[in-house]
């Protein structure tokens, strides 16, 4: 069995950060951070302790577009001031996320794999199909990320979708296989890879 999967279906507990208590990563969280260009999903520029402590106001479920507390102003002092401090939890919340449960998925073409996402940003794809498979909509926004992911690829799969998921073994093969390749040819460049999870037919 599959560990990612399991780590996946054990709902996480309470996560503290900065002073609150975060709840579940999710598929809502991450497309507010889109909409407010956070580097935390964007990755357009170096994260600051300010872009930080608003990712967790997000998924705090705190008010937006308040002035900042001045207890967060003394935070970011410190955060600026302490780098080491920082990284610590820029560490943690990426902890936090999850992607570490996510399936991981053998590279399929899009032609092979039904034309890609046909434009439809991969979160809302992932949504729409748990919709359309009878998941309530509040739900399928707000369960945590990596089962989300999770549910859509099976979901994909039973529809016939060209998915493949990879196996623990199958990944650690294919990394053994890499770095004998790698060790033989230095120079040899990889391929880019797509962004967001496999969002089905």
């Known amino acids: 069995m599959d560990r990612r999967f399991l780590n ?3 709902d996480p507990a309470p996560f503290r950060l900065l002073g609150r208590t975060l709840y579940p990563w999710c598929l809502k969280y991450r497309v507010r951070l889109m909409a407010f260009d956070s580097p935390l ?3 357009s ?3 600051t302790p300010a872009d930080l402590i608003f990712a967790c106001q997000v998924c705090a479920e705190e008010q937006l577009g308040v002035e900042m507390g001045w207890l967060d102003k003394v935070r970011i002092m410190n955060l600026t001031r302490n780098p080491e401090k920082f990284e610590s939890l820029l560490e943690a919340f990426a902890g936090y996320i999850l992607v ?3 399936p991981k998925f053998w590279e399929q073409t899009k032609t092979k794999s039904g034309g890609g996402s046909k434009g439809v940003p991969w979160p809302l794809s992932i949504v729409a199909n748990l919709i359309a498979s009878g998941i309530p909509e509040q739900r399928a926004w707000e369960m ?3 089962q989300a992911i999770w549910l859509n690829s099976a979901l994909a799969i039973r529809k016939g979708a060209d998915v493949s ?3 623990p073994e199958e990944e ?3 990394a053994e296989e890499e770095a004998k390749d790698a060790a033989s040819n230095p120079a040899k460049e990889s391929p ?3 962004d967001g999870p496999i969002t089905g037919s």
């Open 144 to 146: 945590p990320e990596c």
């Open 41 to 43: 999903v964007i990755g």
């Open 8 to 10: 996946a279906y054990v």
């Open 192 to 194: 880019p890879t797509t």
């Open 45 to 47: 520029r170096g994260v």
């Open 165 to 167: 998921i990879m196996s």
């Open 100 to 102: 570490q449960d996510w």
């Open 172 to 174: 650690a093969f294919m």
